[in-house]
C-alpha cells in the first residue's frame, strides 16, 4: 500500500488541491462530511492513478517521445493527420479548461460582489414601517451581529418590526460585547435576536459576558454557525452550553438546519443565498413564536 501511494505520490500532490476546491462540503456538495471526505480523497487516488498510467509512466518509459519520433517513419498524410489530431486535442483542452476557470470564477466574484453591495448599503426606510396587522401586539425586535445577520435584515423586517438592528460586517465577539451594553441601555427589554460564532473562535469568558449582558431580555434568540471553519464545533458547544442556562434563550440550530443544504450559501459558504435567507428567518421566527 505504501509503494502503491508513493509511486502515485506527486500526482496526488497536485490533484488534491483541485478537488478539494471543487467539492467543498456544504458547499459544492451536500451531505455527512465524513463521506463527502472519503469520496474527495478516493476521487484524488484515483485521478493519481490515472495520471501515472496515462501520463507519468508513458513519458518516464519515452513511449510519447518514441510516439513523436516515429513519426517521420508514417506517410505524409498519417503524419498530417496525427500533428493536426495533436494540435486540435491540445487547443481544446486547454480553451476547455480556461473557459471552466473563467466561467467558475466570474460567477463567484459576480455573487461576491453583489453580496458585498447588500451588505454595505444603507439600511432601507422600510425597515422603519409599522408590522402588518398580524404582528400586531408583538414586541418590536433588537436584532445584532455580523454579515449573515446584515444579509437577512430585509427578510425579518418585512415580517417584524425592528426597533434596533447594529450588525457589521467581520464583527467579532468583543466587538459584539460592546455593541450590546451600549445599545441594551436604549431598548429596554425588547427581544434580542443575535449570531455568534461565525468569524472567530469564541472563548468562554466571551460567551459568557455576552449571555451575561443580554440575560434579562424578554427574549433571546442566538443562533448559531455553520461557517466551513475549524472553530465551527467548539464554537457551537460554548454557544449551547450557555444557551441552556437561562429558559429565556432559544438557541436556533443552524449549523444542523443547514447542513446538507449548499444552496443556501454563497460561494464563501458563510454568506446567504436567498434561499438561506428564507430558512434563516423562518427558524427564527419559530424561535420567537414557540
Known sequence: TLVWIGERSYAIYLWHWIVFQLTRPSVDLAGQEWA????RFLIVLALADISLRLVELPVRSGAVESWFRGMKYRTK????????SVAVGTIVLLVATTAISANAISVADQESLAIEKELTQELKPSLQKPPVISNVGQPDL???GDSVILGIRYELGDLRSISLINARVGRQAPELLEVVKHD???VGNAPIIFNLGNNNALTRTQVADIFAEVANQSQIIVVNTAVPR???????ALIAEFAATNPRVSMVDWAT???????????DGVHLRVAGIKVYVAAILEALDS
Open 257 to 267: 438546519i443547514s447542513r446538507n443544504h449548499p444552496e443556501y450559501f454563497a460561494p
Open 184 to 186: 441594551k441601555l436604549s
Open 77 to 84: 498524410k498519417v503524419r498530417i493527420r496525427q500533428k493536426i
Open 142 to 144: 433588537w436584532v445584532t
Open 36 to 39: 463527502l471526505y472519503t469520496v
Open 230 to 236: 475549524p472553530w465551527r464545533d467548539a464554537n457551537n
